[in-house]
Structures are given as structure tokens and as C-alpha cells.
């Protein structure tokens, strides 16, 4: 049977995109290891895993690759200790509860790995990040115990300025964090931050980060989903004035947005929206181009409830008409 998350991290390191190292599950001795063996799912993920990190090695630079083998290495020690009481590797047989938790960290992974890819003549790779720590404030019976912390933003891999001006843009972000309001020294409260590209074309790279956070005990999670537009020619992220030009825009745009959200929400808009409304429509990282118009997103909370998740509106481009920039229309193109 074919395994690659059990495979010892030396050999791990040492692996090539054309090979997956083999576990054999007679020799199976710590309670992960046993736990993949005797779990179907586990089983089958495990299996699923190999392929994608695989799949993530073809093709890359050898430094891109170690990066890549540095996170998953990363990810192992953290799939050893995010479904455990007290953020060390389980020590005694994992209960279903915990099998479940651990077939959920595999699919995440899974789709992590996803993110190396060629797309639109760039080869993009992940780089990742993990921690898991002990929740000191957890209740003896509360069913979370361990605080757990994902990122992971994208770059591409190449030895070409582009490729050095893309990898420098998506760090200034990497570096500005998540935007989930988390203190410092919170204990309770699990955050993942996910970076994709969502669209190559011959002007723009445009991507879209995923910040999530959810309090220990809290009935839900939030979240937040920002676009980034990196403009290929001018090897820099968009920025406003490259899409609109002239004064007043921005309140025309938000006239036009309030009536799109009247449409789409009804009495369920919020009234108190409209005062920020202007400066919303305005940032860049809520807009996304499609051959319909500009896509305009709020997050959640910000024009009606929750359960409406991030509501976006589309502002037709003969609508937009007289306020763009002379090379919007070639940005925004889908091509």
C-alpha cells in the first residue's frame, strides 16, 4: 500500500517530485501511524496526499521545492498534535473523535497542496505555516483544548523580475498578517489565512485570501475575503486609480452599489452601511473583474446579517461608463 504521511522526516526531505515513499503498515508503531492504518478514511486521505504532494513537487526549482517539502514537514509535526488534547503528539490509541479530526487535517492539506500548479504560463507554489498550541483557558470538558493557526500565501517560481516583484507584493502581505482580529496572546481561538490565485490573464494575476477565525465555544466562525490584483506590465498590485479616473467616482460607485444592494437585500440592508458605503466600494480588494462588470464584495456584518455570508454585487460596465481609467477595460479583460 502505497503511504507518504508517515514517512520519516529525513526521507521526507530527501524526497524527488517523481517519487512516494511506502509505509508499511505491519511496522506501524506510533498511535498516528496506527491510527491511518485502521481508519478506511484515514486511509484513503493518506493515499490522496501522496499524489497531491507529489503532484506539488513536479516541476519546481530545487528551492522551490524545499520550500514546499519544509511545509509539509511543518505540516506533520502539526497533523501529529491538532487533534490532541494538549498540543503534544497523542500518546495512546485515537479515539473516533479524534480519527474524524485528523481525516479533516489531511483534506486541508490536500487542498493546500493544490495551490502548486502551472496556471496562465506561471508555475505558483504554497508557502506554508502551522502551530498548535494549548487553549490554557479550556474547560476540562470543553471540546476543543488546543488552539490551532494556518497560513499559507503563494509565489511564483521563476528567476525573472516578475516573478521577483510578484513574490515581493504577496510578502508586503504576508507581513501585514490576517486580517482576523486576533490579540497576540489569545489562547482560544483557531485562525486560518489562505492566499489563491483565482486569475491569470494578460494583464493581471488576481488572487483572493481567505482569513478565518473561530473562538473556542463560539457559535460560529468569521471570516473575511480580500482580492489582490498584481498588474503584470506594471509588475506592482492594482491599484485604484488604474481602474477609475476623475473626480467623484467613488460616490457614483457607491450610488450605484447602494441600488444593487437594494435590489439584492431589500429590507434586509442595513441602514447604517450607507455611511461607509463610499470608502468600501472604493478599495480594490473588494472588486473582482468579470466580462459583465466589476464585482463589488462586503464582508459579513457589514450590509445585512450573517447568514447572507459576503454579499457581492455586480456594477455593469456600461453603467461604470465616463468614470474609468483609459486602460481599465484592458485590465479587467478576462483575457
Given at each position: 500500500?502505497?503511504?507518504?504521511?508517515?514517512?520519516?522526516?529525513?526521507?521526507?526531505?530527501a524526497a524527488?517530485?517523481?517519487?512516494?515513499?511506502?509505509f508499511?503498515?505491519?511496522r506501524?508503531?506510533t498511535?498516528?501511524?496506527?491510527?491511518?492504518?485502521?481508519h478506511?478514511?484515514?486511509?484513503?486521505?493518506?493515499?490522496v496526499l501522496?499524489?497531491?504532494?507529489?503532484?506539488?513537487?513536479?516541476?519546481?526549482?530545487?528551492?522551490?521545492?524545499?520550500?514546499?517539502?519544509?511545509?509539509?514537514?511543518?505540516?506533520?509535526?502539526?497533523?501529529?498534535?491538532?487533534?490532541?488534547?494538549d498540543?503534544?503528539?497523542?500518546?495512546t490509541?485515537?479515539?473516533?473523535?479524534q480519527?474524524?479530526?485528523?481525516?479533516?487535517?489531511?483534506r486541508?492539506?490536500i487542498?493546500?497542496?493544490?495551490?502548486s500548479?502551472?496556471?496562465?504560463?506561471y508555475?505558483?507554489?504554497?508557502?506554508?505555516?502551522?502551530?498548535?498550541?494549548?487553549?490554557?483557558?479550556?474547560?476540562p470538558d470543553?471540546y476543543?483544548?488546543v488552539?490551532?493557526?494556518?497560513?499559507?500565501?503563494?509565489?511564483?517560481?521563476?528567476?525573472t523580475?516578475l516573478?521577483?516583484?510578484?513574490?515581493?507584493a504577496?510578502?508586503a502581505?504576508?507581513?501585514?498578517?490576517?486580517?482576523?482580529?486576533?490579540a497576540?496572546?489569545?489562547?482560544?481561538?483557531?485562525?486560518?489565512?489562505e492566499?489563491?490565485?483565482?486569475?491569470?490573464?494578460?494583464?493581471r494575476?488576481?488572487?483572493?485570501?481567505?482569513?478565518?477565525?473561530?473562538?473556542?465555544?463560539?457559535?460560529?466562525?468569521?471570516?473575511?475575503?480580500?482580492?489582490?490584483?498584481?498588474?503584470?506590465?506594471?509588475q506592482?498590485?492594482?491599484?485604484?486609480s488604474?481602474?477609475?479616473?476623475?473626480?467623484?467616482?467613488q460616490?457614483?460607485?457607491?450610488?450605484?452599489?447602494?441600488?444593487?444592494?437594494k435590489?439584492?437585500l431589500?429590507?434586509?440592508?442595513?441602514?447604517?452601511?450607507?455611511?461607509?458605503?463610499?470608502?468600501?466600494?472604493?478599495?480594490?480588494?473588494?472588486?473582482?473583474?468579470?466580462?459583465?462588470?466589476?464585482?463589488?464584495?462586503?464582508?459579513?456584518?457589514?450590509?445585512?446579517?450573517?447568514?447572507?455570508?459576503?454579499?457581492?454585487?455586480?456594477?455593469?460596465?456600461?453603467?461604470?461608463?465616463g468614470?474609468?481609467?483609459?486602460?481599465?477595460?484592458?485590465?479587467?479583460?478576462?483575457?
Amino acid at each position: 500500500m502505497i503511504r507518504f504521511a508517515l514517512v520519516p522526516l529525513a526521507v521526507l526531505l530527501a524526497a524527488t517530485a517523481a517519487q512516494a515513499a511506502s509505509f508499511d503498515c505491519a511496522r506501524a508503531t506510533t498511535p498516528f501511524e496506527t491510527a491511518i492504518c485502521t481508519h478506511p478514511e484515514l486511509s484513503a486521505a493518506d493515499e490522496v496526499l501522496a499524489q497531491a504532494y507529489a503532484t506539488a513537487l513536479g516541476g519546481l526549482s530545487q528551492p522551490a521545492a524545499r520550500i514546499v517539502t519544509d511545509g509539509q514537514k511543518a505540516w506533520l509535526d502539526y497533523a501529529a498534535r491538532a487533534c490532541s488534547d494538549d498540543a503534544e503528539p497523542i500518546a495512546t490509541p485515537y479515539t473516533d473523535d479524534q480519527a474524524q479530526c485528523l481525516a479533516g487535517t489531511f483534506r486541508e492539506r490536500i487542498q493546500g497542496l493544490e495551490a502548486s500548479r502551472m496556471l496562465g504560463g506561471y508555475r505558483f507554489y504554497p508557502l506554508d505555516s502551522f502551530s498548535v498550541r494549548r487553549d490554557t483557558e479550556a474547560e476540562p470538558d470543553a471540546y476543543n483544548k488546543v488552539t490551532t493557526r494556518t497560513f499559507q500565501t503563494i509565489r511564483i517560481d521563476a528567476a525573472t523580475p516578475l516573478a521577483a516583484a510578484f513574490n515581493a507584493a504577496i510578502d508586503a502581505l504576508r507581513t501585514a498578517g490576517p486580517t482576523a482580529p486576533i490579540a497576540p496572546d489569545d489562547v482560544s481561538t483557531d485562525t486560518s489565512s489562505e492566499t489563491r490565485v483565482t486569475e491569470v490573464t494578460s494583464r493581471r494575476i488576481s488572487l483572493e485570501t481567505n482569513d478565518y477565525w473561530y473562538g473556542h465555544g463560539a457559535a460560529h466562525g468569521n471570516y473575511t475575503i480580500d482580492a489582490h490584483h498584481f498588474l503584470i506590465d506594471e509588475q506592482r498590485l492594482l491599484d485604484a486609480s488604474d481602474i477609475f479616473a476623475g473626480e467623484g467616482w467613488q460616490q457614483k460607485l457607491a450610488e450605484l452599489a447602494l441600488a444593487a444592494l437594494k435590489e439584492k437585500l431589500g429590507d434586509g440592508l442595513f441602514e447604517t452601511a450607507l455611511s461607509d458605503l463610499a470608502e468600501w466600494v472604493a478599495d480594490p480588494r473588494r472588486w473582482t473583474f468579470t466580462e459583465d462588470g466589476l464585482v463589488l464584495r462586503f464582508q459579513i456584518y457589514e450590509v445585512t446579517a450573517y447568514a447572507y455570508g459576503a454579499p457581492q454585487v455586480t456594477i455593469g460596465w456600461p453603467a461604470l461608463d465616463g468614470l474609468l481609467a483609459p486602460e481599465a477595460e484592458a485590465i479587467a479583460s478576462p483575457y
